[in-house]
């Protein structure tokens, strides 16, 4: 009975034993008497005892893998240390299983390998400036040569770019330098812009001051011209107000009906106002010629009247 109970359980045990579960994003390599078998994919799967076994477990998930510093030799004979870092994914069990020893040491050895084989086609300067295209160059190399095992290289990132001490002191002094020559060409640029806005602050100024004398000349000749324009208004208002004075006066003369010796009288006085002490010569009509004598011979008794009364002796005789 105890021998029934112990063989029920060996049984038991062995079923249990058979059963595998594979996880998600995961695989399982299953031989049978040493030979390959067949890829468990993720599920619920029974072998055969002592006759299967799963040969390997095979992550299938993306794998980062951070390789030390390697020494290279660039071709300007500059020794430096780079690392770099692989990301990689399995995409076949089978030949990751079988297809190389140890995978991982693999690909850090073609790793450095191609890495020095192409540090040695560039120059320092290119080194430090060129690492998207080392990055895409060693994944194109990498991604090929680990196709036979059941590898796919994703992406290759150099981390870190060592150069020697004294390289990296030169590089200190020569980004210095750089950096001192930019700003002695920022600072020249400044006063430069500096003194042209200077000069066209100064040719703004005097087009502006040479734009206000030309509008305040205009303004000037415009106030002289208007002034000019009332004045003569002025003088035609003037004159066009004394001859409706000397209108109104004739008028009034005809409307008193005045004779000829008053107007001939008045004409005499007209040239007398037109001579002024001025005329040198003045051409006296001849219909007021005889009023002009007549006027002469009442100034002469109105002279002699007035030396009378001045001197008594002469009244007396």
Do not use: C
């Not at 150099?158 to 330098?177: G, H, R, S, Y």
């Not at 005097?206 to 206000?212: I, Q, R």
């Amino acid at each position: 009975m105890i021998l029934l109970i112990v063989l029920i359980f060996i049984i038991i045990l062995v079923i249990v034993s058979s059963v595998r579960i594979v996880p998600q994003a995961h695989a399982y390599v299953v031989e049978r008497l040493g030979a390959f078998l067949g890829t468990w994919s993720v599920g619920l799967h029974i072998k055969v005892p002592f006759i299967d076994r799963v040969a390997k477990r095979v992550n299938l998930k993306e794998q980062v893998v951070d390789f030390p510093p390697q020494p290279v030799i660039t071709k300007d004979n500059v020794t430096m240390r780079i690392d770099t870092v692989v990301y990689f994914q399995i995409t076949d069990p089978k030949l990751y299983s079988y297809g190389v020893e140890n995978p991982i040491m693999a690909i850090e050895n073609l790793t450095a390998t191609t890495l020095r084989n192409i540090i040695g086609d560039l120059e320092l300067d290119q080194t430090l400036t060129s690492r998207e295209t080392i990055n895409t160059k060693m994944r194109a190399t990498l991604d090929e040569a680990t196709d036979p095992w059941g590898i796919k290289v994703n992406r290759v990132e150099l981390k870190n770019i060592i150069p020697p001490a004294a390289i990296q002191d030169a590089m200190e002094k020569q980004m210095k330098a750089e950096r001192e020559r930019r700003e002695a060409i920022l600072i020249a640029e400044g006063e430069k812009k500096s003194q042209v806005l200077r000069a066209e602050g100064h040719k703004e100024s005097v087009v502006l001051e040479a734009e206000g004398e030309k509008e305040s000349a205009i303004l000037r000749a415009e106030a002289k011209k208007e002034a000019t324009i009332r004045e003569a208004e002025g003088e035609a208002e003037a004159i066009k107000q004394i001859q409706l004075a000397n209108a109104d006066g004739i008028r009034y003369i005809k409307e008193a009906g005045a004779d000829d010796a008053v107007i001939q009288i008045k004409s005499l006085e007209a040239f007398a106002k037109a001579a002024d002490g001025k005329a040198t010569k003045i051409i006296i009509p001849s219909e007021i010629q005889g009023i002009a004598g007549l006027v002469k011979s009442i100034t002469e008794v109105a002279s002699n009247d007035e030396e009378k009364e001045e001197n008594p002796t002469l009244q007396e005789l």
